[in-house]
């Protein structure tokens, strides 16, 4: 046998999924060469048969079919493993050193295109972009469908290969930015990036950044949209969604799909999760500077009913709110691990069980669970899990500022929280910018 | 470079409006017994004179910050300028950082310790400073969309409790000139426009906003004094410490379930004051490390926020604040008066040798 056959063998042969298999193609014998788990060995041969009868029929040289098939290489053994590995299919024309790189027949890996599994659309297009990049690029372009669409492809990463996609509108996204992502990526090729901390290390983003610099999502409408508006679409293969770039505050207001009701609706919806965002940052620190600083600030009937809610409620407001606060995380935390079959056991045992017997043993007050219900039921409504999760966090900046001077500390945190999303930049964009296209006119 | 007047009006406006409404109003009223206006107009007066000269003499030297201007002028002029620039934001810094957190105790934080007010004001400025000029534009968009709009409504409020009858005596006479009070309420005027001349590297704007907004200020200066005049009269409210502020005290509003909307007010712009502390931080350490390129910005602006915050507990009570406040005036009336003028000066001068030069 060949010697490159040979040598692929012996690298190749630990793997139980490889096959080796002689066959004739157009009177030659050629031997096949690839992993049955990542080719369908049958259908590819039947493709393969088909070629060569027609090519017979037509009497032209053999050598037109090879070109025709696939790219033809001369020895070269590594290209040809790192192609196996890539799940093409080696056809090895025997008796020379020559074979076609093939790109056969895969068997079914990915799921098929579906409505999204972690985003609602109401009134909007349904399909979500999968794990295969090609499908995702595909659906972005039938979407865009016009010659503006520039998209550039990576293989990132050392030893295990990985596809990085870079999708934007020539002529609306900023030059800047885009020279910035393409020198980055240049630049750290060789790092891994399988998840997201990986992509925004190989970017240069600060890792201690506790707001994520993409904004996800799983709506190809939605990245259509923003790529319209002048940002940039990554995609990494086998992640379910487009990352955008760069990400910006007021994508935790506006969603795209709201453009799908009329102008008034959309403003108040818009405006509903502004007002979630402030609830979510105000209210528990609110609680605890009332309760336990500023009580004179209410007026005395409500101060009244305050206290007497928290009447016999045996430590300070600030433990009392750190303690309900980490539980409600836990729950939300233990609903995304479970099951979705036993998922609303928790909610039930979480809210009602919990949040009942808690009062009634009087160790928390009843206010405090109502204000927890408000702030978890307001932190839902911001656009983006990523965005809700910062928020989550940035909360208890506010509740240990106001917890130590009272309503002066929570305006200090809001300062603070202010300050630091005012400082936050993707490649000098601001954060606060409402909009990237063009130049900085319209920002914010 | 994008043009930035809305970030430079809405600082404008913010720096200012955290400085009206605590001492001013009790300067002003404490300057005159009668025809208040008079004094605020004329201090409204000043205020666009010096801002107009100012922002005509720094369009001679676009996108140069006045300490290259003076630089460039020669070492005699910087030092006779920006050292006093210096000097006089240091003791801004620590005049404002003492004054408002005593007031934070006395308003509403009556048990915390002053020092962890203080702390507290110092290191949120130093923190926002740190970041750069930019940022602290941006932050002051982010506060003006909180806050503005409850500052707004409670100044509206304010007016509950009005007695138009109070505004009379109408007649005014210049008195209140020989009073030092009126010099210290200058405090209000002369605090916040430096900055326009530190920010042209970094923004641009256009002078008639700029205008705009401290036309935007006018009736704030005007009703932040008569508010608590036409509330209690001239007589009461001259006894009391910070008279806008028991004015909003004794507004009620029922269906709001605070009882205090004073506290709101206060804390809206206390966020302002912080604000224009990081301003203030950010311009001294643009001078500092104009003369000291060696070090780097942060570990000055550590220092100098540590500086502040120790000599904060040198003055031990309000009498020594207001002896402060009284020592600096001459310093801000230099400020106020001298660095337009001296800049318009050398901007003509500029203009005169290169038109000579080009003929």
Sequence with gaps: ?444 | MADKSLHVMLMYIISHLGLIFFMYPGNIISSTSQGHWLPILVGILIHFIFIFIYMKGLSYFPKKDIIRIYSEVGKGTAILFIVPVFLYFSMILLITVRAYSEIITIVFLSETPLWAIMLLMISISAYIASKGVEVIFRTGLLLAILFLPIIIFIFFTSFQNVDWRYAIPFDANFGFLTKRTYYEGFFAFSGGFLFLGFVQPYLSYKRKHVLWAAAFLIPFFIFSVYVPVLTFGQATSSTTFLPYVVAVDAININWLMFDRVTMFFLLSLISFIMLFLALVSWKAIRILSHYLPSIRPVKLLIALSAAVFFSCFLIPDWKDVEKLFWWNTFLRFYVLVAIPLSIFFFGLRMKGKDSNETV
């Excluded at chain 1, 009937?301 to 750190?322: H, K």
């Design chain 1, 1 to 444: 046998m060949e010697q490159l056959v040979q040598e692929i063998k012996s690298k190749l042969e630990n793997n139980e999924d490889f096959l080796l298999q002689r066959d004739y193609l157009a009177d030659t014998a050629i031997i096949l060469l690839g992993f049955n788990t990542l080719v369908d060995f049958v259908k590819t041969r039947a493709v393969l048969q088909k070629h060569a009868e027609s090519h017979l029929l037509q009497n032209r040289p053999p050598e037109d079919l090879w070109n025709a098939i696939g790219e033809l290489i001369e020895g070269n053994v590594n290209k040809a493993i790192s192609s196996i590995y890539e799940g093409k299919l080696i056809i090895h024309l025997a008796d020379t050193d020559r074979s076609i790189i093939m790109e056969p027949v895969s068997t079914m890996l990915d799921r098929s295109i579906e409505t999204p599994a972690n985003e609602n659309v109401i009134q909007g297009a349904l399909n979500a972009f999968t794990e295969g990049i090609d499908a995702n690029i595909g659906i972005v372009r039938k979407l865009v469908n016009s010659e503006e669409l520039i998209m550039a492809s990576y293989s990132t990463g050392q030893n295990r290969k990985k596809k990085l996609s870079l999708l934007y509108l020539e002529g609306q996204a900023d030059t800047e930015l885009l020279k910035n992502l393409e020198s980055h990526i240049e630049k750290n090729i060789h790092q891994d990036i399988s998840d997201l901390q990986g992509l925004a290390k190989m970017l240069g983003f600060p890792s201690w950044s506790a707001i994520s610099k993409f904004n996800t999502t799983e709506l190809p409408h939605h990245a259509v949209q923003y790529l319209k508006k002048g940002r940039v679409i990554l995609f990494i293969d086998r992640l379910p969604f487009a990352l955008i770039l760069p990400s910006l505050l007021w994508d935790m207001f506006a969603i795209e799909n709201d453009r799908n009701f009329p102008l008034p609706i959309m403003i108040a919806i818009r405006s509903i999760r502004i007002i979630g965002i402030l609830i979510t940052l105000i209210t528990p620190g609110l609680y605890v500077a009332l309760v336990s600083v500023n009580p004179e600030v209410l007026q005395i009937q409500l101060a009244l009913s305050v206290a007497q809610s928290r009447e016999g409620v045996p430590y300070p407001a600030l433990v009392e709110i750190i303690f309900m606060l980490v539980i409600l995380e836990l729950i939300l935390e233990a609903s995304v691990r479970l099951p979705k079959s036993i998922g609303p056991t928790i909610t039930m045992v979480g809210g009602i069980i919990l949040g009942q017997a808690v009062v009634e043993a009087k160790l928390v007050s009843n206010l405090l669970i109502i204000i927890l219900a408000a702030t978890t039921i307001a932190n839902s409504t911001i656009a983006g899990f990523q965005n809700a999760v910062s928020i989550r966090l940035f909360k208890y900046v506010i509740v240990i500022l106001a917890s130590i001077y009272g309503l002066l500390g929570l305006v200090s945190g809001l300062v603070i929280i202010g300050a630091y999303l005012a400082g936050l930049d993707t490649y000098g964009k601001s954060y606060l910018y409402i909009n990237v296209k063009g130049n900085e006119s319209n920002g914010r």
